[in-house]
């Protein structure tokens, strides 16, 4: 088995600074904690063996390279870098931290930007804070999305409601699967849990559009994800 | 009661005094955290609307709007309130916060540790008036001309270190002579090396992973193999392992750091060449050309100023004459205009007094955010929220102190009856040099970077 013998899907993980991306990443890669927490400078790439359909006749493995893109402001004018040759790309947020739900819609629109290389275009995104999720259309996404909440020892210290009740506003508006989470305790992603199930759905998600599905990329273009 | 009426006005503009602190709070300040403790925000909001009073207060002594009892009354109030914050309030929130941030102290030590430590700051704030000649043994221990004078120190201090930086500072970034040129093709150049040094971490990110796996299969199989018969063990000798699918791991993750390390390198040199070739794109607009000339003028003020500083500090010279009345002055005696010196030294001190109140309330607020938005993080963002009130707050006092050297004699009483029996002229040979200290380090620093920059190419 070498590594030039298998396929790769590559997905990105955004998100604002200081919400547990590199902490998520890790934890996702190799199953265990990050020690050595610091901020991430440009990006970190981690790579992962994903057994596609596992357990079925067609189970094939797959790389999974996660490229987590560092989040602070100053930085913005060139994370589009990074945004190149992407298949899926999972959005961080703290449950301790409403607005940096609040602020994945920006992120979205400047993945959708990239393109452009027009750098008051990117800045534009980001300075009207105020009336952002009430007047904007949804923004037309064909790459398959999923939403984390980190940091939920935090919040359910602080919250009187009980967190898995609500979902974000951007899970419901792109219709993704959400998970709840605790970067730093391993149990979370433990085989079996359902943040590991949804997470396999997710890869295989990837994968299958990606691979399997080049045929029916009209028909998922149509539908608005 | 003309002092109930004059309050009732007093109070009205505090309460928008207050709401647009509020405002600036909320919009730009905390734009990406969630607010939790309403009292840092309710602190932020108080100190910006004390200060805002003085100001304001000042204003209605130059155009003689109020009662003048009741004048008086409003400004010691506002200056007691504001010396509680900047002295006793605000520090004790400090404490508190930065000890139950950190996780060393169990909880329930938090309180009474924060107060020990409160009370060494108290003492080191007494201590900070031995070195300077700013003790009048008239005034007591606790009395507002010792507090105010330990304050004004420290604000002066911080003016004068701001003010340096941003003498120098404004002319390098918005001239063009110090801008250098850009080329699109450089930056896709350095862009495909960045990218292409991240494939080669994910390549080698890849084999560690497959090594790993290897080695624990070997492992493994090694630890089921030792219990097994005679026919498992010709199967061992028949079954061919490829050779070379030991990779040195510990090699591997050598490079691999050395890679990422190599790639922090290239992003961030990525970023200064786009944010150069923005502000070149900038400096072609008509926005960004009307700064440039403004930039020839602000260098021209800024060199004044330090010649200025040192002639001050070398003659050991005070002015004694404000601005305006030498510009009267010279109106009347040189150019033989015939004006009424009353009436357009009040209507020009207001002008000049209001815009001094505004551009440096603007500044220190845009400052504020730029410092907050670079530094913070979200655990400390209360903190730091708390750091720049009590930053404000002594900032606001000294300019106070400051501002009434540029106002006309018979404006001055107010300042000099309330905050009591100052040496001013020992605040203003402070401001000089630290005004000088700051403009010469930042030159310093800046042609350092400047050269820097230069060199690779």
Redesign the interface.
């Known amino acids: 088995m070498s590594t030039t013998t298998l396929d790769r899907v590559r997905i990105l993980v955004l998100g604002d600074s200081g919400v547990g991306k590199s902490s998520l990443v890790h934890l996702m890669a190799y199953g265990q904690p990050l020690q050595q927490i610091s901020y991430t400078i440009g990006a970190a790439i981690e790579v992962k063996l994903h057994e596609y359909k596992e357990g079925t006749p067609t189970q094939r493995t797959f790389w999974i390279e996660f490229c987590d893109v560092g989040g602070t402001h100053a930085h913005r004018n060139v994370r589009h870098v990074f945004y190149a040759n992407t298949h899926g790309i999972i959005l961080v947020h703290d449950l301790s931290n409403k607005k940096s739900q609040g602020n994945l819609t920006n992120w979205l629109r400047e993945f959708m930007d990239r393109e452009s290389g027009n750098a008051k275009l990117r800045e534009s995104t980001w300075e009207d804070q105020s009336g952002s999720s009430d007047h904007l259309d949804t923004i037309d996404v064909n790459i398959p999305l999923l939403v984390v909440g980190t940091k939920q020892d935090v919040a359910s210290e602080t919250h009187a409601l009980p967190l898995h009740q609500k979902r974000s506003f951007i899970a419901e508006e792109y219709l993704t699967e959400e998970i709840q989470l605790n970067c730093q305790d391993e149990r979370s992603v433990m085989a079996g849990s359902s943040a590991s199930n949804k997470l396999c759905r997710f890869f295989d998600k990837v994968i299958d559009k990606q691979f399997y599905r080049r045929d029916v990329k009209a028909a998922s273009e149509r539908r608005r994800l | 009661m003309s002092l109930g009426l004059d309050s009732c006005v007093v109070l009205l503009t505090q309460c928008v005094f207050f709401l647009l602190g509020w405002m600036f709070f909320v919009?730009h300040l905390f734009?990406?955290?969630?607010l939790?403790h309403y009292g840092v925000q309710i602190v932020f909001g108080l100190n910006f609307t004390l200060s805002c009073t003085m100001f304001e207060l000042i204003i209605f002594e130059i155009v003689d709007y109020l009662d003048k009892a009741s004048r008086y009354f409003h400004w010691y109030l506002s200056l007691y309130l504001m010396l509680f914050m900047v002295i006793i309030l605000i520090p004790f929130y400090l404490v508190y916060f930065f000890l139950s941030n950190s996780r060393h102290f169990p909880a329930h030590w938090v309180r009474p540790l924060s107060f020990g430590v409160w009370l060494a700051y108290i003492g080191l704030f007494w201590k900070l008036g031995d070195p300077f000649p700013i003790h009048n043994p008239k005034h007591g221990m606790l009395s507002v001309e010792t507090c105010v004078s330990r304050v004004g120190v420290i604000g002066v201090t911080i003016m004068a270190l701001l003010s340096g930086f941003g003498a120098v500072n404004y002319p390098y970034t918005s001239m063009a002579i110090f801008m250098r040129s850009v080329t699109h093709s450089h930056i896709q150049h350095i862009?495909r090396k960045?990218?292409q040094t991240?494939d080669m971490?994910?390549?080698k990110?890849?084999?560690i992973?497959?090594a790993e796996?290897e080695a624990e299969r070997q492992k493994r199989q090694a630890q089921h193999e030792q219990g097994g018969g005679w026919w498992d063990r010709m199967k061992k000798l028949s079954t061919y392992t490829p050779p070379g699918s030991l990779e040195n791991i510990p090699l591997l993750r050598q490079d691999v750091s050395a890679l990422?390390e190599l790639?922090?390198h290239?992003?961030?040199e990525?970023?200064d060449l786009?944010?150069m070739r923005?502000r070149n794109?900038w400096s072609r607009t008509w926005q960004g050309q009307y700064f440039n000339f403004l930039g020839y003028f602000f260098s021209m003020y800024c060199i004044w100023k330090i010649f200025i500083s040192t002639v001050n500090i070398v003659f050991d010279r005070v002015g004694r004459v404000d601005p305006i009345t030498k510009g009267m002055e010279i109106a009347v005696h040189w150019f033989g205009l015939n004006i009424d010196v009353v009436f357009w030294s009040q209507h020009i001190s207001f002008g000049l007094v209001g815009a001094i109140v505004v551009t440096s309330i603007r500044g220190l607020l845009l400052t504020m955010t730029r410092f907050f938005?670079?530094i913070s993080?979200?655990k400390s963002s209360n903190f730091i929220v708390l750091l720049l009130s009590q930053i404000m707050g002594m900032y606001f006092i000294s300019m106070v102190i400051l501002m009434r050297m540029n106002m006309p004699v018979q404006y001055r009483t107010i300042i000099t009856e309330v905050l009591g029996d100052l040496q001013f002229n020992f605040y203003h040979r402070w401001f000089d040099v630290m005004f000088l200290v700051s403009a010469l380090c930042t030159i310093g620093i800046l042609s350092l970077l400047h050269k820097r920059e230069f060199e690779p190419n």
């Not at chain 2, 734009?31 to 969630?34: G, I, M, N, T, V």
């Open positions: 919009r734009r990406d955290y969630e939790r862009e960045l990218q991240m971490i994910t390549t990110k890849k084999r992973l497959m796996r990422e790639s922090r290239l992003f961030v990525l970023q786009q944010t923005e794109e938005t670079w993080s979200p």
